[in-house]
């Protein structure tokens, strides 16, 4: 089995700060490219944010400048530190990774379970 645990949603000011972390467990042999996904209600799921395993990244254009991802690829972890965060940046945030267990099988799809970041006074 494989486990994507989501933490550091919550409740923050406009203007403020939060980092997200997704840690990855279980049955694993490689991590390629981890993402950040983000669902809005009402709205269809959107992509955030990705990095691959050698640490290339790309950004949504709402959030270039803003959000910073990252991942320890040690610690099987990605990051994603959220700047000057506005009241669109509200939404349930996803991880996503691209995971193969073993040396000869096909990577698959993971996602987490998701982490509520709302952006408020």
């Known amino acids: 089995q494989v486990q994507l645990v989501e933490s550091g949603g919550g409740l923050v000011q406009p203007g403020g700060s939060l980092r997200l972390s997704c840690a990855a467990s279980?049955?694993?042999?490689?991590?390629?490219?981890m993402a950040w996904y983000r669902q809005a209600p009402g709205k269809e799921r959107e992509l955030v944010a990705s990095?691959?395993?050698?640490?290339?990244?790309r950004y949504a254009d709402s959030v270039k400048g803003r959000f910073t991802i990252s991942r320890d690829n040690a610690k099987k972890t990605a990051y994603l530190r959220m700047n000057s965060l506005k009241p669109e940046d509200t939404a349930v945030y996803y991880c996503?990774?691209?995971?193969?267990?073993?040396?000869?099988?096909?990577?698959?799809?993971?996602w987490g379970q998701g982490t509520q970041v709302t952006v408020s006074s």
């Open positions: 990095i691959t395993s050698g640490g290339s990244t």
């Open positions: 279980g049955s694993i042999f490689r991590i390629n490219a």
């Open positions: 996503n990774a691209d995971i193969a267990r073993s040396w000869n099988s096909g990577a698959a799809d993971y």
